[in-house]
C-alpha cells in the first residue's frame, strides 16, 4: 500500500534559521512525491515534486526537497525561514495501482511556524 | 493559470438535508478530485473522475455521491447531510495521471447543525 508519514505535527523556527519539514514514504515501486503548502482558509499550492533525476528538488518560494532512496524520505527544507512561511505542509507519494493509477496520498500534514 | 472554482466557500445545512458542492475547472483537465480535510487526518479522498461520466471510489465515499456530465465539473453531493460530515472539502484537477500534480480550488467549509 502506498503511504507517507509526517511524524512531526509542528515544527517551529526563527525568522533566518533554516527550516526541515520532514516526509517519510512507502511505495512499491520508484516514487513520484510531492509536497503541497496550505496557508489558511484557502486551498493547497502545488510547492514542488520529485519523479526521476537529481535528488536535491528545487522549487516554488526557494524550497527545495531531497530525495533520500536508502531513508525512503522526502524532507522539505529551506535555508533561510521567513514568517510568511508559516503555514500547513502536506507531503504526497503518487499511486501506481491498477485503476487508481495517479491519485495521491497525502500525509497529515505539518504545521511550520516561523517567528519574528 | 489554472483555475479550480468552488462555489460556495462557506455553507451552513441541517441534518438530513442534501447538499450540492460544484467544482468547475478552465483548462480541460482529464482528471478531478474531491478531497475532505479534517484536522489530524490530513486529505482523504471521497471520489475522482479519471472523464466525463467516469467515477471511481475513494477511501471514504459513504454518504456521498458525484456527478461528471461535463467535462469542466464535478459536483459532490451529499444526499442527507450528516453532522458529521462537516469539513473542509477541496476539489481538484490535474491534466495528466503521469505528472500527478493537482491543482486544488479553495475549499468549501460544510457546517452541518
Same mark, same amino acid.
Given at each position: 500500500a502506498q503511504s507517507v508519514a509526517q511524524p512531526e505535527d509542528q515544527v517551529n523556527v526563527a525568522e533566518g534559521n533554516p527550516l526541515t519539514v520532514k516526509c517519510t514514504y512507502s511505495v512499491s515501486g520508484n516514487p513520484y512525491l510531492f509536497w503541497y503548502v496550505q496557508y489558511p482558509n484557502r486551498g493547497l499550492q502545488f510547492l514542488l515534486k520529485y519523479?526521476?533525476?537529481?535528488?536535491l528538488v528545487k522549487g516554488s518560494y526557494g524550497f527545495e526537497a531531497e530525495f533520500n532512496k536508502s531513508q525512503t524520505s522526502f524532507h522539505l527544507k529551506k535555508p533561510s525561514a521567513l514568517v510568511s512561511d508559516s503555514a500547513l505542509y502536506f507531503c504526497a507519494v503518487r499511486d501506481y495501482r491498477g485503476s487508481t493509477l495517479g491519485r495521491l496520498y497525502f500525509g497529515r500534514g505539518t504545521q511550520l511556524t516561523v517567528w519574528p | 493559470d489554472v483555475k479550480v472554482t468552488q462555489s460556495s466557500r462557506y455553507l451552513v445545512k441541517r441534518t438530513g438535508e442534501k447538499v450540492f458542492l460544484e467544482c468547475v475547472q @478552465?483548462? @480541460?483537465?482529464?482528471n478531478m478530485f474531491w478531497y475532505r480535510q479534517d484536522p489530524g487526518l490530513g486529505l482523504r479522498l471521497i471520489y475522482f473522475s479519471y472523464d466525463v461520466k467516469m467515477k471511481e471510489k475513494g477511501d471514504i465515499p459513504e454518504g456521498y455521491s458525484v456527478s461528471r456530465e461535463k467535462k469542466e465539473r464535478f459536483s459532490l453531493i451529499l444526499e442527507s447531510a450528516s453532522t458529521n460530515q462537516t469539513s473542509m472539502y477541496l476539489c481538484a484537477s490535474s491534466p495528466s495521471l503521469n505528472t500527478g500534480e493537482l491543482f486544488f480550488g479553495e475549499g468549501s467549509r460544510l457546517t452541518v447543525l
Open positions: 519523479i526521476t533525476g537529481d535528488n | @478552465d483548462m @480541460d483537465h482529464e
